[in-house]
């Protein structure tokens, strides 16, 4: 064996114990990655099996060609077509059957009497297809709806409600409608398609509840006749269809619905997913670092001595290496086994919290193999080159030098250089949030200030350790004052110990920061422009269920403690040929709901032929009052509006208005989403909203909300999404947390002789346990405060960068609450992360510590 | 500062009692056919208010004494007495309390915490203690050792031979029982021992102090009142009022037979 190699090897197995921080560092974040690809490739080959298995009977599906795609939004709206073509399709050779589908939106409610579902997947109703082969979801049990009020529901929406077949509920669609359920239908073989609710009614009672007018259906579903493949079925058909409906073939369209699945759920998902593991890997970079200089400062005698008898600088580089490349493949290794281990965890736990994962094997793939692999190995071989470097430059003198205290780091050069990035960071940052907005800019100022935090971290951590330690020496006497030296002795470790905890505080600060924001915005937002005492509202985050019924305000409005009760429907529309989504309103009462800010023009006599809109639009598309504008609807009809109303404001009103009257020959199923209440004077608010909840009873029952109610309930989804982001960052901390222990039990090693002689001298183990915690929680409390300083100013300036590039105002909060209790968790981190090393360092034998030459 | 040292001070002055003593002293180390006896039976004191240099060849088992009786190490049988204050019944933090506050230790190297300055070392014991120690007696002792003008250096920027003297004023700045020197010349050379060894003659001869030196220089034994010789774990000899030749023949005489 050669010589280098077997060095490595020897060293290896002797210092085991070093390397087991790094080790696990990796193993975690290539588990993390390793993981995230495996569950990602799992789903989508899931849902491809499992819509494939729902509608393998369905080989075309003839639809409207037109949507209306409104920005921000992926999936366009589609015109219904006509459910007489049925027949006429029938008639073509090669159909064995057709049969129109019809898609609304319906909630159930549960037996408890809360409304299941509705918080993120869409509440789905339709017609039950009787041809089961053209219906994608099979009965399970029971029978199908045959009489007006019947319905057949997926299993799985059946038991998260804990309804049975027999049962009597309520669907919203939004109109309470009073249903029986007769029967239960399985997915694709699955209990549901992932949340998605999935209620089935006769034809007519979909017709009646879903669509705006009879003989409208959402497409029509084609089986081919024996022989006849989907594509020549697609190519019989067209030439029957009329103008503006157009036929694909099932593949197509079961490959449009994963793809919407995969872009609108999937994709974002794994991306969420990599975009942490990759923070978890950067910081375990740092902890590797750390490590392996530690490990080479540790060995210079060794080395040196090695470079004394004759070896040469490649070899003691290259066998630093090869430690690193052991560690880096075996740990990488490991961590694909649990990546996997992972993934087929959360399989298993999906459909426990109720997420109906649909069975099948795992989908291991050579990328999601090979990916975190490499990504192992280069993360812990390219952390490892500039200490293996080092170590081949020992000279051979350094063999008789002792080492001690450790002042490098603080360099003029650093100081330089970290002051310049930090001030070029600050400046393309601040350009990115105020002259030219931008996030991009802002994004890339933003990683240079990490840059610059890691580069000149040696330099203030000196000043940093020695502030933050200040109280110590007085709290805690000699073994705080102790601690505090220690952590002061290498600012170059310190410094690289805390900046893996550093980079995890501040992403954990910059999503506390950014939320916070986001939800003082949302408060801003409705104490800005609600002008209302109470709202009823959908949820404000995800799809919301089937919405509110636009009968609803109206009935609210004639109650007499009620002063005026407006409801805001959503419509879309091409305006001038771009697709823009309409606010469907009684636009005379909004005024008295909602400040508009500064009108001009009057929105009292919209009619069926006027339109208000906001400055913003009314200058990107060049229209001021008395303009006529060219409105297409998605039933395919055109009309001119005239411009009646400019206003200032659009945050909850929206950018568009038209009148009730306008949008009725054009609506397809009726939903309000919010409904402004307020109340005349004199009546309480206790008052007011028992009256609003009478009635809204009478319509399903939504929920009734003051004014700060309703303005939490827009944030809630935020707070949903913050818990998500900790979970995922917890790794990345806990990765730092085992750096900083790392680091200790090294320095701890290399101390040895001078922990002995505290002890001799009179130390007692807890005084020696209590300076080895103190040390740690001191290089966490370094780590904590340059993360919540950076966390708050990216925050900050991501906020400033939305509002500048974002038409509505965005405010920053700080949320003092949440960053003090990021700041204790780090704290408390550092006490965890010590408390291995410190037990160790007790436990030290003072003999061999005194006689360690 | 606390009551125990009030009393072996008052006791020291009086009479000659012992400031620490073993006996029947053995240490096996490991067991079965590898077991070494490192000490076989020893009893001995050491006279409080004595300058006490214990001597022996390599593997005498002088080390293993001076470290069971300072209690940085357990017998294996028999007793070690510091004052009256018999060791093997204190558990760990005793242990560690006696050592700070009734023994002062003179290591052969790495003896002062690099991260503290000259000062903040000579108090490190009243300071663990979180006493406020006795800043006149410590004023005096830093003249005694003379290092007023280094006193805010690190170790590190000071030479061997000052090291020893910072270490030889932390040993008496807590007034100790009794002071352990384990080879403290062992690193350095004649002119910088010859101070550090005066100044521990000077402590026992001028402040009433007890001093026990492990050493195997007869020029640096030559400074105690007294030498015990040791031989295999065995005590073999005692010589009073030495000097470096009478200690010289004395482990000449033992080297031949053995």
Known sequence: MNAALRLSLSSLRTHRRRFAGTFLAVLLGVAFLAGTLVMGDTLRASFDTMFGRATSGTDAVVRSADTITTPGESEGVREPVDADLVARIEDVSGVAAAAPDIQGAGQLIGKNGEPIGGAGPPTLAGNWIDDPEL???????????????????????????????????????????????????????????????????????????????????????????????????????????????????????????????????????????LVFSGIALLVATFSIHNTFGIVVAQRTRENALLRALGASRRQVTVSALVEASVVAVTASAVGLAGGIGIAAGLQALFPAIGFPFPEGDLVISGLSM???????????????????????????????????????????????????????????????????????????????????????????????????????????????GLARRNALRSPKRTAATASALMIGVAVVSLFTVFAASLKATMDQTVSRSFAGDVAVSTPGFGGGGSGLSPRLAPAIAEKPEVANAVGLGRGVAEVNGEGRALTVTDPAALGALFDLGDVHGSLDGLGTDGIALTEKEADKQDLKTGDKAELTFTDGQKATFTVRAVYGQSELAGDYVITRAAWAPHRTQDADTLIAVSFRDGVNTADGKAAVEQVAERYGNQDVQTRDEYAQSSAGGIDMMLTLVYALLALAVLIA???????????IHERTRELGLLRAVGQTRSQLRAMVRWESVLVAAFGTAGGLGLGAFLGWVLVKAFDGASDSAFAFALAPTQLTVVALVGLAAGVLAGLRPARRAARLDMLRAIATE | ???????????????????????????????????????????????????????????????????????????????????????????????????????????????????????????????????????????????????????????????????????????????????????????????????????????????DRTVVMVTHDPVAAAHADEVVFLADGRLVDRMESPTADKVLDRLKAFEVPS
């Open chain 1, 135 to 273: 219906n994608s979801y099979r009965l399970a049990e029971g029978r199908a709806p045959e009489k007006p009020g019947e319905v057949v529901v997926n299993k799985a929406t059946a038991e998260t409600g804990n309804l049975r077949i027999g049962d009597t509920t309520t669907l919203r669609t939004p109109d309470p409608v009073e249903v029986t359920i007769v029967g239960l239908a399985t997915f694709g073989g699955e209990d549901g398609m992932a949340q998605v609710t999935y209620t089935g009614m006769t034809r007519a009672d979909a017709e009646k509840y879903l669509t705006a007018a009879p003989g409208q259906a959402t497409s029509i579903l084609v089986r081919a006749g024996p022989g006849v493949s989907q594509q020549e079925l697609v190519d019989a058909l067209t030439p029957v269809l009329p103008e503006g409906v157009e036929a694909i073939t099932g593949q197509e369209s079961a490959e449009e619905n994963t793809e919407m699945i995969s872009s609108q759920f999937l994709d974002i998902f794994t991306l969420f997913l």
């Open chain 1, 370 to 480: 090979l990916l975190p692999l490499a990504v192992g190995v280069v993360v812990c071989l390219g952390s490892a080159l500039l200490p293996a470097v080092r170590a081949g430059r020992t000279a051979p003198l350094a063999a008789l030098r002792e080492t001690a205290v450790d002042q490098s780091g603080a360099s003029r050069g650093r100081a330089v250089l970290g002051g310049g990035l930090a001030a070029l960071s600050v400046g393309i940052t601040l350009a990115g949030a105020f002259t030219t907005p931008s996030l991009w800019l802002a994004g890339t100022g933003a990683a240079l200030a990490l840059v610059a935090f890691v580069v000149l971290g040696p330099v203030v951590s000196s000043t940093a350790v020695r502030l933050l330690g200040a109280p110590l020496d007085r709290l805690r006497g000699v073994t705080g």
């Open chain 1, 737 to 747: 947390l085992l750096g900083i222990a790392n680091t200790l039990t090294l320095a």
């Open chain 2, 1 to 207: 500062m606390t009551t125990g040292m009030t009393t072996a001070t008052a006791t020291t002055a009086t009479t000659t009692a012992m400031a620490a003593r073993v006996e029947n002293a053995v240490k096996v180390y490991g067991s079965g056919d590898t077991a070494v006896r490192a000490l076989d039976g020893v009893s001995v004191g050491f006279p409080a208010g004595r300058f006490t240099a214990i001597m022996g060849p390599s593997g005498s088992g002088k080390s293993t004494l001076m470290h069971c009786v300072a209690g940085l190490d357990t017998l294996t049988t028999g007793t070690a007495h510091i004052g009256d204050a018999e060791l093997s019944t204190l558990d760990d933090r005793r242990l560690t309390l006696l050592r700070r506050d009734r023994i002062g230790f003179v290591f052969q190297a790495f003896n002062l915490v690099p991260t503290l300055t000259v000062a903040e070392n000579i108090t490190l014991p009243t300071d663990l203690a979180g006493g406020k120690g006795d800043p006149e007696w410590v004023d005096a002792l830093i003249d005694v050792v003379g290092l007023r003008d280094r006193l805010h250096h690190r170790p590190a920027e000071l030479s061997g031979g000052q090291q020893q003297r910072v270490a030889v004023a932390r040993a008496f700045a807590g007034r100790p029982d009794v002071v352990f020197a384990d080879e403290p010349t062992g690193n350095l050379d004649s002119r910088s021992g010859g101070e550090v060894l005066n100044l521990l003659g000077r402590a026992v001869r001028q402040m």
